[in-house]
């Protein structure tokens, strides 16, 4: 009984920014709890490369970042297709550079990618699943939605509209039967971390920084989203979920 609660069998889930890293990991972590999986990204071949990878999932490439064409998108591919139950909110790009020198267009491309995104793509997912009465969303915040750290002042401001973000859906859309959710990842080994992977000093750094001495693995995100997207949680809303080895909770 309680194993089932985590079942996602005939749901069907949107990942968006799911060609690689950790969006790839949760779309192959739903799957394999059962869920129908929609991936999505800009790059259509690296979005078919990733579909091949995982098999039997379907792909859906249009820019998060245009509000017309995200919204023609998932009209069309509800009713192509079939619902969306769950969507995870995933696309996102880092910048750095000191905060007196950061470009004026890195800034631009930070909100658009970062945070238009999830207003983007949520509203258009949501306005169907309002209709059913039913409904997951969970957005990918970061550990910066509560911490700072320098040259990266910009990023952490989306994250940190990420998080409210996330509360604000919840506030709205919870009395439709949605549950709007965040998990919030510490450092882990990805393509958007690679610069920093390879640096030993920073690595060093963030072994003695991080209370499990470590940097974490994408599938280590899995088990979270699972539970956001199932009936595990149905009534967790506008909860920020960190999973980030405890470097949020110790100095």
């Not at 699943?129 to 939605?145: H, L």
């Not at 920093?196 to 974490?216: N, Y």
Request: net charge neutral; charged share 20%; hydrophobic share 45%.
């Amino acid at each position: 009984m309680s194993l089932a609660l985590f079942d996602l069998a005939g749901r069907r889930a949107l990942v968006t920014g799911s060609s690689q890293g950790i969006g790839f990991a949760l779309a192959r972590g739903l799957a394999e709890a059962g869920a129908e999986v929609v991936l999505n990204g800009r790059d259509e071949a690296k979005l078919e490369a990733a579909a091949e990878k995982l098999g039997g999932v379907h792909t859906l490439a249009f820019d998060v970042t245009d509000h017309a064409s995200t919204r023609s998108a998932v009209d069309r591919f509800e009713a192509e297709v079939g619902a969306i139950g769950i969507l995870v909110n995933n696309a996102g790009m880092q910048h750095r550079a000191p905060l007196e020198d950061f470009p004026a267009d890195a800034f631009e491309r930070l909100m658009k990618t970062n945070i238009a995104s999830v207003f983007n793509v949520g509203q258009a997912v949501a306005r169907h699943m309002i209709r059913r009465g039913a409904g997951k969303i969970i957005n990918i915040a970061s550990v910066q939605t509560a911490l700072a750290r320098p040259s990266i002042a910009p990023y952490t401001a989306t994250k940190g509209a990420v998080g409210n973000l996330t509360k604000g859906m919840a506030t709205d859309w919870a009395r439709y039967g949605l549950q709007c959710n965040a998990i919030a990842p510490g450092y882990f080994d990805t393509p958007l971390n690679a610069a920093l992977v390879a640096d030993p000093a920073f690595s060093a750094w963030l072994e003695k920084r991080t209370p499990a001495g470590r940097w974490g693995k994408v599938d280590e995100l899995v088990g979270a989203c699972i539970f956001l997207a199932s009936d595990a949680s149905s009534f967790v809303n506008g909860h920020v979920l960190y999973v980030d080895g405890g470097i949020t909770a110790s100095l």
